[in-house]
Nanobody, 124 residues
Framework: QVQLVESGGGLVQTGGSLRLSCAAS????????MGWFRQAPGKEREFVAA????????DYADSVKGRFTISRDNAKNTVYLQMNSLKAEDTAFYYC?????????????????WGKGTLVTVSS
């Protein structure tokens, strides 16, 4: 059974930074693409960032491009999301996702596994 466990969420002021982590277990982590999604209160879940199996190819939502960085450590079975210059509109539950293969055509599709989420609150 694949398990994804997020950590690192919390309360931060506008302009601050947080780093989220997602620890994966239950399958060969290095062979699969990974991603981050978020869901704000009253809104639908949306794509944030994704990284292919090698770690050399990444994709971002326009709203976070230049502020967020996704990375992975295949030796530690962990994917990270470094979030800088946080804004109030970044407030949401952040979910780690595991794709069904090492790559994707559309990072908004092909997710096979989900974590339970971690809450990020950005106060102004």
């Amino acid at each position: 059974q694949v398990q994804l466990v997020e950590s690192g969420g919390g309360l931060v002021q506008t302009g601050g930074s947080l780093r989220l982590s997602c620890a994966a277990s239950g399958r060969t982590f290095s062979g699969y693409a990974m991603g981050w999604f978020r869901q704000a209160p009253g809104k639908e879940r949306e794509f944030v960032a994704a990284i292919r199996w090698s770690g050399r190819s990444t994709d971002y939502a326009d709203s976070v491009k230049g502020r967020f960085t996704i990375s992975r450590d295949n030796a530690k079975n962990t994917v990270y999301l470094q979030m800088n210059s946080l804004k109030a509109e970044d407030t949401a539950f952040y979910y780690c996702a595991g794709y069904s293969s090492g790559s994707y055509t559309d990072p908004r599709r092909g997710m096979a596994y989900w974590g339970k989420g971690t809450l990020v609150t950005v106060s102004s």
